[in-house]
């Protein structure tokens, strides 16, 4: 099927709300194929707080496809080998070396270097040969790059200290309603479609569903930190999930300078200022070494509360969801930023599809259908489970009532059964190319 030339081109103009990785990454991508896409947000600047940095292996085709991979790796990038589940630390309630296991010893784990290193990826209508290992590159870092390949390359636009009030839309297009900077002065912002990739308390989705979002809040509270600390001292592998269910946390490399994000577990219901009090004590029951604040260099501190939630729809009419926006998981296992880039991913196929010619409006309601199955059947029930093994109350017995972690120790000696288990979460993708009008001609 012929393209349509620019001027029959079935829409002009993606409004995007939030300039955060979904939103940026999806203008990167609408961009790249020659989309315009104009991003609203509320904010003076790039989120600079820490957030996720761990980015797993559904993600990376679209790294890919945005052309970015290589430039991850060049602003100080990791690929991420060696992941594990450990066993606690005495917390001065048990005896050193009573606890029945090796304090800090290994339950399980595996490398993915030698299964996920170059894996063969059907996209975009070819297979290439990816790296699907974890990649890392600080949140704060890759939005910057995203924004710069977005504006100065491709020439997508965004309008900073734009806050979104309302949405509306009609035959003929989408728009925003937005208070601009301090004066709040308020104006509206048109195009063909409204995405909202504004997070958790987005303003799209409140437009469309008010103050519904079902789903639960988990009655813990998380702490995340960016902290200098040598763990590569004690032995520990790129990425460590320690089972407590008290002090459970993750250690995982940022850089290869010895910067870690350490996210753990508090108390809930107390002040910030409570909780940054309370993080050395934290630090020296359940780091290894016991280190004192001396020891260590803690650049950033963020807590924040864990949710599962799914908005009822991800598309009404022109206006549609994708992200933290849409969905939200606890961040164990990383399936909350992973899977909002497979959603962008998605939301791309489907809007490129439309742009070409290759496919009518009717794909945004597949897009809604296939994204809340995906987190229903993959994200949700994974990603509970994920915090259940990390925070469980019966550390040395986990393994023997855990599947998953079974088939981890199986996967030492069987590098079959290891890439069935890493290649897994590849599910969570789903190919809406295949919708397309010409899909499955020759």
Known sequence: MPEPTPEKRPFSKILIVGAGPSGLLLALLLSKHGIPTHILEAASHLDPQPRAAHYGAPAIPEFYRAGIIEKMAERGGLVLGGMCWRYPQADGEEEEGKAGYEEHGIVAGFDAGQVMREVEVELDGGKKKMDLRTHCLALQELDQLMLEEVTERYGGTVAWEHRVVGVGQDDEGAWCEVEVGESKEKKVVRGDYVVGCDGANSAVRRALFGEEFPGFTWDAQII???????????????????????????????????????????????????????????????????????????????????????????????????????????????????????????????????????????????????????WKTIIDPISQENFRRVSDREPGTRLERDGFLQLLKRGETDQVLLKELLMGPMEVRYDFTQHYHDAGKK
């Open 224 to 374: 995340a930190t960016n902290t200098y600390y040598p763990f590569e001292k004690y032995g520990w592998w790129d990425a460590n999930f320690i089972i407590h269910p008290e002090h459970f946390f993750m250690a995982a490399k940022l850089t290869s300078t010895g910067l870690y994000r350490i996210t753990y577990g508090e108390t809930p219901n107390l002040t910030h200022s409570q909780y940054l009090s309370r993080q050395p004590h934290k630090f020296h029951t359940i780091l290894p070494g016991h280190p004192l604040p001396s020891d260590y260099q803690t650049i950033n501190f963020s807590p924040y509360r864990m949710h599962q939630r799914c908005a009822p729809k991800f598309r009404v009419g022109r206006v549609l969801l994708a992200a933290d926006a849409a969905h939200l998981c606890n961040p164990w296992g990383g399936l909350g930023i992973t899977g909002g880039f497979v959603d962008v991913g998605g939301l791309y196929e489907c809007l490129s599809g439309i742009w070409d010619g290759k496919a009518d409006e009717g794909i945004l309601e597949v897009y809604s259908e296939k994204r809340i199955e995906k």
